[in-house]
Protein backbone atom coordinates (compact mmCIF):
# COMPACT_ATOMS: atom_id res chain seq x y z
CA UNK A 1 0.00 0.00 0.00
CA UNK A 2 1.50 3.57 -0.98
CA UNK A 3 1.68 5.93 1.92
CA UNK A 4 1.16 9.21 0.77
CA UNK A 5 1.95 12.44 2.94
CA UNK A 6 -1.69 13.64 3.47
CA UNK A 7 -2.34 9.42 4.44
CA UNK A 8 0.59 9.71 7.19
CA UNK A 9 -0.57 13.61 8.44
CA UNK A 10 -4.59 12.03 8.99
CA UNK A 11 -3.26 9.71 10.90
CA UNK A 12 -0.16 11.99 13.02
CA UNK A 13 -1.83 15.09 13.12
CA UNK A 14 0.76 16.28 15.59
CA UNK A 15 3.89 15.62 13.36
CA UNK A 16 2.21 18.13 10.67
CA UNK A 17 1.83 20.84 13.43
CA UNK A 18 5.02 19.85 14.96
CA UNK A 19 6.96 20.26 11.69
CA UNK A 20 5.20 23.68 10.97
CA UNK A 21 6.42 25.17 14.18
CA UNK A 22 9.70 24.27 13.33
CA UNK A 23 9.40 25.92 9.91
CA UNK A 24 8.03 28.72 11.73
CA UNK A 25 10.84 28.82 14.04
CA UNK A 26 13.68 28.60 10.95
CA UNK A 27 11.97 31.66 9.40
CA UNK A 28 11.98 33.93 12.58
CA UNK A 29 15.01 32.76 13.83
CA UNK A 30 16.45 34.03 9.72
CA UNK A 31 14.06 37.36 9.87
CA UNK A 32 15.56 37.93 13.13
CA UNK A 33 19.82 37.82 11.88
CA UNK A 34 18.48 39.79 8.86
CA UNK A 35 17.12 42.45 10.42
CA UNK A 36 20.41 42.41 13.28
CA UNK A 37 22.14 42.93 10.31
CA UNK A 38 20.59 45.62 8.95
CA UNK A 39 20.70 47.33 12.03
CA UNK A 40 24.34 46.80 12.44
CA UNK A 41 24.79 48.20 8.85
CA UNK A 42 22.24 51.47 9.40
CA UNK A 43 23.64 51.90 13.05
CA UNK A 44 27.00 52.52 11.18
CA UNK A 45 28.98 50.04 13.88
CA UNK A 46 31.01 48.76 11.33
CA UNK A 47 32.43 52.25 10.44
CA UNK A 48 34.35 51.94 13.87
CA UNK A 49 34.57 48.64 14.64
CA UNK A 50 35.09 47.27 11.34
CA UNK A 51 39.00 48.62 10.51
CA UNK A 52 39.23 50.22 6.96
CA UNK A 53 35.19 50.24 5.95
CA UNK A 54 35.13 54.05 6.29
CA UNK A 55 37.97 54.20 3.59
CA UNK A 56 36.70 51.62 1.53
CA UNK A 57 33.32 52.26 0.87
CA UNK A 58 32.11 49.83 3.06
CA UNK A 59 33.40 47.00 0.74
CA UNK A 60 34.96 44.82 3.73
CA UNK A 61 33.94 41.15 4.28
CA UNK A 62 31.67 40.28 6.30
CA UNK A 63 33.99 37.72 8.01
CA UNK A 64 36.10 40.66 9.20
CA UNK A 65 32.92 43.01 10.50
CA UNK A 66 33.44 43.94 14.29
CA UNK A 67 36.82 42.41 15.12
CA UNK A 68 37.64 45.87 16.68
CA UNK A 69 40.35 48.86 16.18
CA UNK A 70 43.67 49.05 17.34
CA UNK A 71 43.40 52.88 16.05
CA UNK A 72 42.19 54.77 19.13
CA UNK A 73 40.31 58.08 19.83
CA UNK A 74 41.62 60.93 21.76
CA UNK A 75 39.89 63.21 23.20
CA UNK A 76 39.15 65.01 26.88
CA UNK A 77 38.21 61.70 28.02
CA UNK A 78 41.57 59.91 27.41
CA UNK A 79 42.12 57.11 24.41
CA UNK A 80 39.26 54.90 23.73
CA UNK A 81 39.62 52.06 21.30
CA UNK A 82 36.44 50.85 19.28
CA UNK A 83 36.58 47.08 21.00
CA UNK A 84 35.77 43.42 19.59
CA UNK A 85 32.26 42.57 19.58
CA UNK A 86 32.65 39.45 18.04
CA UNK A 87 34.75 38.57 20.96
CA UNK A 88 32.64 40.71 22.77
CA UNK A 89 28.98 39.16 22.47
CA UNK A 90 30.73 36.06 23.15
CA UNK A 91 31.18 36.35 27.08
CA UNK A 92 28.36 38.22 27.37
CA UNK A 93 24.57 35.98 27.03
CA UNK A 94 21.74 37.89 25.10
CA UNK A 95 20.21 39.19 28.28
CA UNK A 96 23.28 40.93 29.70
CA UNK A 97 24.23 42.86 26.63
CA UNK A 98 20.68 44.29 26.51
CA UNK A 99 21.44 45.08 29.81
CA UNK A 100 24.62 46.18 29.24
CA UNK A 101 24.06 48.53 26.18
CA UNK A 102 20.65 50.19 28.31
CA UNK A 103 22.35 50.79 31.86
CA UNK A 104 26.17 51.31 31.36
CA UNK A 105 27.59 54.44 29.94
CA UNK A 106 30.13 54.02 27.00
CA UNK A 107 32.91 56.73 26.43
CA UNK A 108 33.41 58.44 23.25
CA UNK A 109 32.92 58.66 20.64
CA UNK A 110 30.80 55.36 20.71
CA UNK A 111 27.18 56.83 20.26
CA UNK A 112 25.88 55.00 23.46
CA UNK A 113 23.03 57.57 23.15
CA UNK A 114 21.57 56.20 19.77
CA UNK A 115 21.98 52.17 20.77
CA UNK A 116 20.12 53.02 23.61
CA UNK A 117 17.31 53.97 21.91
CA UNK A 118 16.61 51.06 19.60
CA UNK A 119 14.33 48.45 21.18
CA UNK A 120 14.85 45.82 22.88
CA UNK A 121 13.71 43.44 20.11
CA UNK A 122 16.33 45.44 17.99
CA UNK A 123 19.10 44.80 20.57
CA UNK A 124 18.45 41.10 20.63
CA UNK A 125 18.57 41.18 16.84
CA UNK A 126 22.16 42.99 17.08
CA UNK A 127 23.51 40.24 19.21
CA UNK A 128 22.38 37.21 17.33
CA UNK A 129 23.45 38.69 14.82
CA UNK A 130 27.26 39.60 15.87
CA UNK A 131 27.25 36.26 17.38
CA UNK A 132 26.53 34.05 14.33
CA UNK A 133 29.62 35.76 12.72
CA UNK A 134 31.66 33.75 15.31
CA UNK A 135 34.56 35.17 17.39
CA UNK A 136 37.43 36.03 15.45
CA UNK A 137 40.41 38.51 16.25
CA UNK A 138 42.07 40.20 19.15
CA UNK A 139 41.20 42.63 21.91
CA UNK A 140 41.38 45.91 21.10
CA UNK A 141 43.80 48.11 23.40
CA UNK A 142 42.49 49.06 26.64
CA UNK A 143 41.32 52.63 27.68
CA UNK A 144 43.69 54.88 28.53
CA UNK A 145 42.54 57.90 31.04
CA UNK A 146 43.47 61.26 29.96
CA UNK A 147 47.39 61.86 31.61
CA UNK A 148 48.14 58.60 29.90
CA UNK A 149 50.14 58.13 26.84
CA UNK A 150 49.64 55.73 24.31
CA UNK A 151 52.35 54.45 21.50
CA UNK A 152 49.18 53.23 19.71
CA UNK A 153 47.72 55.30 16.44
CA UNK A 154 44.84 57.40 17.35
CA UNK A 155 42.65 60.05 15.80
CA UNK A 156 42.67 63.12 17.88
CA UNK A 157 38.84 64.07 18.24
CA UNK A 158 39.33 67.50 18.78
CA UNK A 159 37.69 70.40 17.39
CA UNK A 160 40.10 72.69 15.64
CA UNK A 161 40.06 76.58 15.03
CA UNK A 162 36.82 77.20 16.72
CA UNK A 163 35.09 80.51 16.69
CA UNK A 164 36.83 81.83 20.70
CA UNK A 165 33.20 82.27 22.04
CA UNK A 166 32.69 78.23 22.02
CA UNK A 167 35.56 77.13 21.98
CA UNK A 168 35.41 76.12 26.13
CA UNK A 169 32.08 73.98 26.13
CA UNK A 170 33.29 72.37 22.51
CA UNK A 171 36.37 71.29 23.99
CA UNK A 172 35.06 69.71 27.34
CA UNK A 173 32.30 68.05 25.57
C1 LIG B 1 32.09 56.68 16.27
C2 LIG B 1 32.66 55.37 16.52
C3 LIG B 1 31.76 54.24 16.98
C4 LIG B 1 30.57 53.79 16.42
C5 LIG B 1 29.84 54.37 15.22
C6 LIG B 1 30.14 52.66 17.21
N1 LIG B 1 31.04 52.42 18.23
FE1 LIG B 1 30.86 51.03 19.67
N2 LIG B 1 32.54 51.73 20.58
C7 LIG B 1 33.35 52.74 20.08
C8 LIG B 1 34.43 53.00 21.02
C9 LIG B 1 35.53 54.03 20.87
C10 LIG B 1 34.23 52.11 22.10
C11 LIG B 1 35.03 52.02 23.41
C12 LIG B 1 34.31 52.92 24.42
C13 LIG B 1 34.85 52.84 25.82
O1 LIG B 1 36.04 52.59 26.02
O2 LIG B 1 34.04 53.05 26.77
C14 LIG B 1 33.04 51.34 21.79
C15 LIG B 1 32.52 50.36 22.62
C16 LIG B 1 31.42 49.57 22.31
C17 LIG B 1 30.89 48.54 23.17
C18 LIG B 1 31.40 48.19 24.58
C19 LIG B 1 32.25 46.99 24.61
C20 LIG B 1 32.77 46.76 26.03
O3 LIG B 1 33.87 46.18 26.13
O4 LIG B 1 32.11 47.15 27.00
C21 LIG B 1 29.82 47.99 22.53
C22 LIG B 1 28.94 46.85 23.02
C23 LIG B 1 29.69 48.68 21.26
N3 LIG B 1 30.67 49.65 21.17
C24 LIG B 1 28.73 48.38 20.31
C25 LIG B 1 28.49 49.16 19.17
C26 LIG B 1 27.40 48.92 18.25
C27 LIG B 1 26.41 47.77 18.35
C28 LIG B 1 27.45 49.92 17.32
C29 LIG B 1 26.50 50.18 16.20
C30 LIG B 1 25.13 50.38 16.57
C31 LIG B 1 28.60 50.78 17.66
N4 LIG B 1 29.21 50.27 18.78
C32 LIG B 1 29.00 51.91 16.96
C33 LIG B 1 33.17 53.45 18.91
C34 LIG B 1 32.05 53.36 18.10
Not at 21 to 42: F, S, W
Amino acid sequence: MKITSRALLALFPLLGAAASVAAADVQAEKANLERGRYMVITGGCNDCHTPGYPQNDGKIPETAWLTGNAVGFQGPWGTTYPANLRTFVQSLTEDQWVSRVQTKPFRPPMPGFNLRQATESDLRAIYQFIRSLGATGQDAPAYAPPEQAVNTPYIEFVPKNLPAATKISAATN
